[in-house]
């Protein structure tokens, strides 16, 4: 064999073996070539920004009967414009009042804040923070319920259902979104939770999960909204004939002082969480 022939036969086996390492991925020269791992990145995940509305809740206990809570209070705030008047009869029916107050107070309201304080039962105002993200939902305790106290609920279409209580409390759960232009959404839904505990399927904003709760009495048909801008009230609690109807377990006390209970929501501020990275 002439030297050109083992030149070009060497040319040509070299190609076929660069030919087959192509198509077998160079395996062979590089075996961690063809390995697909799946490694985790040190760069963790950024989570959006989102809103949350501060609200401060008050609760103001009168005497039954405390001028201060009585008309010459209501007659000076707002109604509220997004309730329509549908719910507005069923509140009144149940025995709900409710109000709102510019982010200046009126006289009254001013007054009854000025007059309160922690340390008298028959006048005390207690405050709670709160911080709901957008969209999200807490729960307020308005006051415990004797056991054996027989719940009244007559729905709009039915009959009248009487529950008797046990290890009983009435909340109302706030649902609040940020609007537009600054204004906060507010969506109150009273609920009476009552019995033993249990886990029971419980809708969230995504989905549907298993929560610890007791059974409860949920008034739908109470359910009222409302918008407020940064520094207003809302203003809740009960009629003058409102005694043996249902907003008395929320807002009355058959304690000895026969205490009446007044609740006020403020928007405080509406915040923007910032960016963090996640876990």
């Known amino acids: 064999m002439t030297s050109s022939a083992r030149t070009w036969k060497s040319c040509f086996l070299l190609s076929v073996c660069l030919w087959v390492c192509s198509g077998a991925g160079c395996t062979l020269l590089f075996p961690e070539s063809n390995v697909q791992t799946k490694s985790k990145s040190i760069l963790k995940p950024i989570v959006s920004a989102r809103e949350a509305i501060a609200i401060e809740v008050y609760f103001v206990d009168r005497r039954i009967g405390d001028p201060l809570i009585g008309d010459t209070l209501w007659e000076s705030l707002q109604s509220v414009s997004s309730i329509d008047q549908k719910t507005r009869a069923k509140l009144d029916e149940d025995g709900f009042r409710v109000g709102l107050s510019a ?40 006051r415990g319920i004797d056991d054996g106290t027989e719940i009244v609920r007559r729905p709009l279409n039915g009959e009248p259902q009487t529950v008797t209580i046990s290890q009983g409390q ?17 969506v109150i839904i009273p609920e009476i939770q009552h019995g033993q ?42 009629t003058k004939d409102g005694e043996g109807k249902l907003a008395s377990h929320f807002f009355q006390s058959d304690q000895t002082n026969g205490l009446q209970r007044l609740m006020m929501i403020r928007v405080v501020d509406i915040r923007t969480i910032e960016p963090e990275l996640a876990d």
């Open 103 to 142: 982010s200046r107070p009126p006289r009254p309201l001013q007054t009854l804040m000025s007059m309160s304080n922690g340390q008298d039962p028959t006048r005390r105002a207690v405050v709670q923070p709160y911080m709901i993200p957008s969209g999200q939902e807490a729960w307020l305790v308005s």
């Open 197 to 238: 505990s249990s886990l029971k399927p419980t809708a969230t904003a995504s989905q549907w999960t298993l929560r610890d709760r007791k059974q409860a009495i949920t008034l739908f048909e109470d359910r009222l909204s409302a918008e407020l801008n940064v520094g207003e009230f809302l203003v809740i609690g009960m």
């Open 170 to 186: 009435a909340l109302f759960k706030v649902q609040a979104s940020s609007e537009e232009d600054g204004w906060a959404k507010l």
